[in-house]
């Protein structure tokens, strides 16, 4: 099994990979308590980890599955895994399944999205093959047209529907709409967004005796995260043990929280991937423990590293170079970003702080300008919009006393998460 310990994970990093050794040339040559290394800052790291003249990988492209992750269409950004190294993954992701309710003989369906180098529908599909009890898969994908992919699911009396809560969502719609129902389901398994109370009255209707589930907690750059905890809060996952070390720290400090029910950010080490090294990075979601002697965490939302709406994720720095982009007159002095959920729906308003006294009519046209940006930056937002999936991006204009700022610090809060978590 290729799971390292700690302390052999750094030296392998800082010996063959040059992002790392420059990131730990102050440490001392032995180093053994994790918070003796610093926390990787995603910028950097996505700055050294490029397709020419790599930093970050700590050997040529060789032998290796390339996945897309978050980012621009003008600097994607890809993550690399040993046949190994995948292996592992879906293997110890697959074994979280049956945690989450995977049982003997059951069909599943496979609604993730394939193609383009992203990941969800292949790491599913492998995941399930890995696990610990027999299954049969059902490859359909997210793209297949809703009416046959439906057809399918009767037609081998699924029992399982994996996919998006949004894709999951758009088929309980659709069967809805037929006024028919899967009465044979008996899990929905979800990932990749939170899942609300309104899409859970939605896919009851459709799936009368289906309980919604986590299938688990990664991510392509992150990897393993948590294992699905079973219950009925569907944000409570415990740690891969001995895969991974999650940690979550404070916000203001940085300092590792030990006790529950105290919020922080998510860093996590991943102690068996070795080409490309995670270790202590952030994952760009807030935590808190439930049970700290045995790993066991709530997720409560993204962190100011990115946002997760509907099926579309941004990052901090994709608006801000949306912004920069369209104002040439300075009129910005603060932003926020202001993820708000109505009508069934996700939706992202880029909270703006200017000064007093400016000409509205040339707000107007700034902040169009603005969305205008950000979307061919990120054409799957507006794709989700045409496909009614989210909300369009919107502008709100803001004095720079209105923006919300952290109590105990006065820093900026970067991302305000007002859609609700019950």
């Known amino acids: 099994m290729p799971v390292q310990q700690f302390s052999d994970l750094v030296r392998f990093a800082r010996d063959r990979s040059p992002f790392y050794a420059g990131l730990y040339a102050d440490l001392p040559p032995h180093v053994s308590r994790i918070t003796d290394v610093p926390v990787v800052d995603q ?40 046949r190994e190294e995948w292996q592992e993954f879906v293997t110890a992701f697959g074994a979280g399944m049956a945690d989450a309710g995977l049982r003997p003989g059951h069909r599943v369906a496979d609604l993730f999205y394939a193609g383009e180098l992203y990941a969800s529908f292949l790491f599913i599909l492998d995941s399930l093959a890995h696990a610990p009890v027999a299954n049969v898969r059902l490859p359909i994908g997210g793209g297949a047209p809703l009416e046959s992919t439906l057809t399918t699911i009767e037609d081998f009396d699924a029992h399982v529907v994996a996919g998006t809560p949004t894709t999951l969502c758009r088929l309980a719609e659709h069967i809805a709409s037929t006024g028919r129902q899967l009465p044979g389901v008996e899990l929905l398994f979800f990932g990749g967004e939170a899942l609300f109370a309104d899409q859970r009255r939605l896919l009851s209707a459709a799936f009368p005796n289906a309980t919604p589930r986590s ?18 809060d569907t944000r409570t996952h415990r740690t891969f043990t001995p895969h ?26 991943q102690l068996f991937r070795s080409l490309m090294p995670v270790i202590r990075y952030p994952a760009g979601d807030r935590a808190e423990w439930t049970d700290t002697e045995g790993g066991a965490f709530r997720i409560l939302g993204r962190a100011e590293e990115g946002v997760r709406v509907g099926p579309v994720s941004l990052y901090w720095q994709d608006v801000t170079t949306a912004v920069a982009v369209a104002d040439t007159g300075g009129r910005v002095t603060g ?9 069934g729906r996700d939706g992202l308003v880029l909270r703006l702080a200017t000064t007093p006294g400016q000409d509205p009519a040339a707000l107007e046209v700034f902040a169009k300008e603005v969305v205008t940006g950000l979307n061919t930056a990120r ?7 045409a496909a009614g999936f989210v909300h369009p991006l919107s502008v709100e204009w803001a004095g720079h006393r209105d923006l919300v700022v952290n109590s105990r610090s006065g820093k900026l809060v970067r991302v305000i998460d007002e859609r609700p978590t019950a």
């Open 379 to 385: 054409p799957l937002y507006p794709d989700s919009v």
């Open 215 to 232: 299938l688990g907690y990664a991510s392509v750059d992150g990897g393993l995260l948590g294992r699905p905890v079973p219950g009925p």
């Open 43 to 82: 910028d950097e790291f996505w700055a050294a980890n490029t397709l020419h003249d790599n930093r970050v990988l700590t050997a040529p492209l060789g032998e290796a599955v390339v996945f897309k992750t978050g980012g621009t269409t003008g600097t994607p950004r890809f993550s690399c895994y040993t």
């Open 244 to 269: 991974t070390i999650v940690e979550i720290l404070d916000e203001t400090t940085g300092e590792p929280i030990r006790e529950p029910g105290r919020p922080g950010r998510v860093v996590v080490t």
């Open 335 to 343: 932003m926020q970003l202001v993820v708000r959920r109505w009508e």
